[in-house]
């Protein structure tokens, strides 16, 4: 999935999420790095993804910042490619939750991580350390 040289990072939930609340103690922090990897770095994220911030944003900004959330992703000029979950990834993403120790790895956690494996992918950009712990590469 590389183009051009550049790297190839997948989004998860937790960096959209504090990119769109001014007051996420991760905000400023998403914010620079996002900045700091703008023009070398392709961004991916998945529909799973895109699922659980819709439903967060909404329930904690309210349905319209969840539709402008909508509205900016899918938008044609949008920084970010979504990636879809087929057969393959759920499949290596079952395989994958079912080697996690900790109730807190999501589903959707491991259909990052399957993403990441499937594509080749450079890492992901995430503050959760679920993903350190599955020695995936984390942008900083």
């Not at 991760?26 to 900045?35: E, M, R």
Request: proline share 0%.
């Amino acid at each position: 999935m590389k183009k051009n040289s550049k790297k190839v990072i997948f989004i998860d939930s937790d960096i959209f999420i504090a990119l769109a609340k001014n007051d996420d103690s991760n905000h400023n922090k998403a914010l620079a790095i996002l900045n700091k990897y703008f023009n070398e770095t392709i961004f991916t994220t998945s529909n799973y993804v895109i699922s659980e911030v819709i439903t967060v944003l909404s329930m904690q900004l309210g349905h319209n910042r969840a539709v402008d959330f909508i509205n900016t992703i899918k938008s044609s000029d949008s920084m970010f490619s979504i990636q879809w979950v087929d057969d393959k990834i759920e499949s290596l993403a079952i395989e994958i939750f079912k080697k996690q120790t900790s109730k807190n790895t999501s589903f959707t956690d491991c259909t990052n991580m399957a993403f990441i494996k499937m594509l080749g992918l450079d890492g992901i950009f995430s503050f959760d350390s679920v993903y350190r712990k599955n020695k995936c590469v984390i942008l900083k």
